[in-house]
């Protein structure tokens, strides 16, 4: 391969990856953007839920207890109570642990993928 051919071919992908600049760029606003919006959304939607089970749960907790006010099942029932909130968090624990994070910017690293899959077989 003769120096002029490299020349070239460096060339043309130095001309490649400014074009693809601008486009990633572009890529990214509207990613950012999109990701800023859904998460937004979907923590508002979470805290609304987390406020409104906690005070239900809370709500439900303090209705069992009263319920066994002056029994014999008192403390039995107030021990259950506290068991089935620890066993509740262990569980939600290990399913927070459990899923996979969500990939924010997936288009954006997609496409920069294919972008270097394209100057390596163009660089062969």
């Not at 979470?46 to 239900?56: I, N, P, Y």
Request: proline fraction near 2%.
């Amino acid at each position: 391969m003769s120096i002029h051919s490299r020349v070239t071919k460096w060339r043309n992908v130095g001309r490649f990856c400014a074009e693809r600049a601008a486009d990633y760029s572009e890529l990214l606003a509207l990613e950012l953007e999109q990701t800023k919006k859904r998460l937004i959304r979907e923590l508002g939607a979470l805290v609304a839920m987390a406020v409104a089970a906690l005070f239900a749960l809370a709500f439900v907790c303090i209705a069992i207890i009263a319920t066994a006010w002056q029994t014999s099942y008192f403390l039995p029932v107030v021990w259950g109570v506290a068991a089935g909130w620890l066993v509740l968090a262990l569980l939600s624990f290990l399913v927070v642990r459990a899923q996979k994070p969500a990939r924010s910017l997936h288009v954006l690293h997609d496409e920069v993928l294919r972008d270097l899959d394209t100057l390596k077989e163009a660089l062969k």
